[in-house]
């Protein structure tokens, strides 16, 4: 990687990025991260699916894509492994539970979104913007499945996490990721010049998103997360039901009017 | 689906005139059914950032307060605050309205004051350089607080060469380069968090509702874009020892700009203006 030439080595982003990028040269057995080849601005990264859960055994690769703006503004994670959690080739970020994607500390750094990551996979979706709540014998299947995936740029995924044990999250570390929710952008914002993105085709994702939300999921109750997004759109739905109730109501008193007088 | 409506008249004129402060949310947004409404309050907040960076410089020139004198002009209230600064203040100096107008106000007022005060700034260069350990120690991870250190002690550095060379204009640039003026505000955020958490006790009393101190550092204090209240500002001049004077212009009854130091009785050596939602640079 000689991203010297091509960056200024004396932009913030740029030598925080490169910091990053050594700090996680060495994989460990949870997770592997690099920048692209000719780009500092995306990496790929490939994480370990959270033992004792459904995803056990799973390995899961993505994007990450960080914005000029890093580490003012978060950076946006996309999986591309199928994985029964979370939608693949959609953009997810990280924030404080319960509240805004603002709230991004730019004290986080990749290694927070990662560990946030997997501490996030068996929590419930509970029906929010990119989450699917899959049976756990589909995310048991699909993380079976998951370690043949080969990434044109990376080669063989399960090939790169390491069989070293990581550096075990410190205890700041692991209260800080508790409190980290990810969720999807309901559609990509910004144009991040190549970084297309491919829409999923899915007719069935309606249906199957809410399949098993009422499914026993893995006893990690502490991260339970609000789900605000869901309680207004359904109370707006009920809005709009009743909308249109009076609608008709008023449609039929007016013909009543027309043709009963 | 998305039906948002973008006020855009009215944000354009306050943007221009500089009276909106950082006041992000926008009253008149309809939404249709099943949007997600955050998603569009943050989509709104984005295109409403990206006006307001075309629009502000992140520290902008000196000017007389005839400007403001100005821009008040026919608000009989507000007309006679200016007039009341006018006679206390000869000039001020704009920040953009992005949620982090203290931190960069202070920083940058204060620091263009370092530029001629070598014995303050010698304190002040001490205190920063000892200030990373501190913040690591409280649990803040290491590896990036580092990285804001060194680039908050680049730009000390710089000051520390004294306005032979480097210069006020120097001083300046850097603070309208993002990527410095950012990481700037940043290390003040964490600094903040820093005393705020350490002195937790003390100011749990100002935190509203059932919010822990380290919560409300983590949501409002560290986070970048959120404004800065009371306890902001009292937290970080008690970590710097740095007093700072606040003038607050409102709809208040006062015909005068009413001051506040923090902490009390200390020599103020910032001297900000407080528009509701946002914070400039005063000069006496
Ligand atoms: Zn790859």
């Known amino acids: 990687m000689d991203f010297e030439g091509k960056y200024n080595i004396k932009s913030p982003a740029v030598k925080r990025l490169m910091r990053e990028a050594c700090e996680l040269k060495e994989p460990t ?104 709540d899959y049976t756990p014998e589909e995310r048991q299947m699909l993380a079976r499945k998951s370690q043949m995936l080969e990434c044109p740029s990376c080669g063989k995924v399960v090939e790169q996490l390491s069989s070293s044990v990581s550096k075990p999250p410190t205890q700041e570390e692991s209260s800080l990721i508790r409190q980290i929710a990810l969720k999807a952008e309901e559609q990509p914002v910004e144009e991040e010049g190549e970084n297309e993105e491919e829409q999923q085709p899915s007719e069935d994702k309606p249906v199957r998103q809410r399949l098993g939300v009422s499914q026993h999921l893995q006893p990690q109750s502490q991260l339970q997360h609000a789900t605000v997004g869901v309680v207004s759109s359904t109370s707006d739905s009920y809005k709009n039901w009743l909308m249109w109730f009076l609608v008709a109501v008023i449609i039929f008193l007016i013909y009543r009017r027309l043709f009963l007088v | 689906m ?48 990206k006006e307001i960076s075309e629009t502000t410089a992140l520290v902008g020139d000196l000017e007389g307060l005839g400007m ?63 200030s990373k350990n501190s913040l690591v120690e409280l649990g803040f991870p290491q590896f990036t607080v580092e990285d804001f250190h060194d680039i908050f002690m680049e730009v000390i550095d710089h000051v520390g060469k004294g306005p032979t060379f480097f210069s006020q204009k120097e001083l300046h640039k850097m603070f309208n380069d993002q990527g410095y003026s950012d990481y700037i505000v940043v290390y003040l955020r964490l600094i903040t968090s820093g005393q705020l958490q350490r002195d937790s006790e003390f100011y749990q009393h100002f935190i509203e509702g059932d919010r822990s101190v380290a919560d409300f550092c983590h ?28 003038r607050y212009m409102d709809r208040g009854e006062a015909s005068e700009v009413i001051a506040h130091d923090f902490p009390e009785g200390i020599h103020p050596a910032v001297h900000l203006l407080y528009r509701p939602g946002h914070y400039d640079i005063l000069y006496p």
């Open chain 1, 29 to 132: 057995e949870e997770y592997w991260a690099h920048p692209l080849d000719d780009n500092l601005f995306e990496w790929h990264f490939t994480v370990q699916g959270p033992p004792a859960t459904d995803f056990e055994g799973g390995v899961y690769h993505g994007r990450i894509l960080l914005p000029a703006e890093y580490p003012m503004k978060p950076p946006n994670i996309i999986l591309i492994t199928p994985n029964g959690r979370f939608e693949t080739n959609k953009k997810i970020c990280l924030s404080i539970s319960g509240h805004h994607p603002e709230t991004w500390q730019p004290s986080w750094s990749i290694r927070t979104a990662l560990l946030a990551l997997i501490a996030f996979m068996p929590t419930p979706g509970n029906g929010t913007i990119g989450s699917l």
């Open chain 2, 2 to 49: 998305l039906n948002v409506i973008v006020p855009r008249d009215l944000y354009d004129k306050t943007a221009l005139t500089g009276t909106m402060g950082d006041e992000k949310q926008v009253s008149s947004t309809t939404f249709d059914t099943d949007a997600n409404q955050d998603e569009l309050i943050m989509q709104q907040q984005r295109r409403i950032e």
């Open chain 2, 68 to 130: 403001l004198e100005d821009e008040y002009a026919g608000d009989d209230v507000y007309c006679q605050k200016v007039h009341d600064l006018a006679g206390k203040y000869k000039s001020m100096r704009r920040t953009r309205p992005d949620g982090n107008c203290f931190f960069r106000a202070f920083s940058y007022a204060y620091l263009e004051q370092l530029l001629e005060d070598r014995e303050e700034y010698e304190r002040f260069r001490d205190l920063a350089a000892k």
């Open chain 2, 219 to 246: 949501q409002e204090v560290e986070p970048m874009y959120k404004e800065s209240d009371h306890i902001h500002i009292i937290a970080l001049s008690a970590a710097l020892n740095v007093g700072v004077r606040v």
